[in-house]
């Protein structure tokens, strides 16, 4: 693969990135009982959000589901509007109304971020219907889990977008669970991607921890996409090393499997290749980290210092 070292490194910053702003979540909703709410995390699949997000221009959108802080920080969400709006602020990239659910940043083109299950599926085909329609040069990305992958929507969507040919990439991001179910115990089909081939379009099956392998995958389907070849089914396989939530025990997650994923954590995975093959040396390493905990808590500091909306600021921005 023969990646440019700018877009290795992009992936790497992002990752951390990612990783520090989750870390910095745990604490402030699991010790220090600050957010409300549900806290979703995506701790151990940041090379999805990276991954792909590396191989998209400005232009092209994404269509994201519950686990979306890892694709809104890839894409370039400025950490401070996701932050204060995970704590509910004015300030907040959706003035508060969202919280950490249904974060949407238009700037970056994440204009539907959707916590119904199976739902980015069918809004994904109707965004990249306008896409072909108006003949714009750019594709749409849709993020969802494995779990979403049994929903009629799915199969629905997946049957038009290949009837229309559509500028459209399905993101399965397989973390083996979805909410305390085991993947085998919701579907007898071994590969998600083997889906793909009832519907005619190719099917996809990476390794989801490894960021380079995403990027060339996502790339390539970007490519057919944009060349009108319509979409493609990529199915990353990876793990969801923290509970379904931060209020999930995780008791059926076996103690040696976490720890397996943990080894093959995408984050040093990538910190040593770029070091061994000179990309980045470990003095640039722990700067990105510093730079990126810098990043995050100024982002808290900001989010913690932001004023709650006023009651009357309900009402507005709503259209139906
Ligand atoms: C239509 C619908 N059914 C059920 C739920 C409750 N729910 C929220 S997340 C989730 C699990 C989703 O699993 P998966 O699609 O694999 O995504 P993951 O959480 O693993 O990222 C469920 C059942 C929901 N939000 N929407």
């Given amino acids: ?107 970056v083109n994440a204009p539907c971020t959707t916590t119904v299950v199976g739902a980015t599926l069918p809004i994904a085909v109707g965004r990249a219907f306008a896409q072909q329609y108006t003949q714009e040069q750019a594709v749409t990305v849709c993020f969802f889990g494995d779990g979403a992958a049994d929903e009629g929507s799915f199969h629905e969507a997946l049957n038009l977008a290949a009837l229309w040919q559509l500028p459209v990439i399905f993101v399965c991001e397989n973390n083996l669970y979805a909410g305390a179910q085991r993947y085998e115990e919701h579907t007898r089909v071994k590969d998600m991607a083997e889906r793909a081939r009832a519907y005619d379009m190719p099917g996809i099956i990476v390794d989801g921890n490894d960021a380079p392998a995403v990027y060339q995958a996502a790339l390539e389907a970007r490519q057919r996409a944009l060349d009108g070849q319509g979409p493609t089914l990529m199915e990353c396989k990876t793990y969801r090393c923290r509970g379904h939530g931060e209020q999930d025990p995780q008791h059926y997650q076996p103690r040696d499997e976490i720890r397996a994923w943990q080894e093959k954590c995408p984050i040093p995975r990538l910190s040593n290749m770029l070091i061994a093959s000179g990309i980045i040396n470990s003095a640039e390493l722990q700067e990105m980290e510093s730079m990126a905990e810098s990043i995050v808590q100024e982002a808290v500091r900001f989010a913690e210092e932001s004023p709650y909306p006023e009651p009357r600021e309900a009402l507005e921005d709503v259209y139906v």
């Fill in 1 to 107: 693969m023969n990646i440019p070292r700018k877009k290795q490194q992009e992936m790497l910053w992002t990752m951390i990135l990612s990783r520090k702003f989750s870390d910095s979540l745990v604490e402030l909703c699991r010790i220090e009982g600050k957010i409300p709410g549900m806290m979703i995390l995506s701790t151990g699949q940041e090379a999805v959000g990276s991954g792909v997000c590396a191989a998209l221009k400005q232009d092209d959108v994404i269509i994201t589901n519950h686990r979306s802080h890892h694709h809104l920080l890839a894409k370039g969400a400025d950490p401070k509007g996701l932050m204060a709006e995970i704590f509910c602020k004015k300030t907040g990239c959706n003035k508060g109304k969202s919280g950490t659910l249904h974060l949407t940043v238009p700037e």
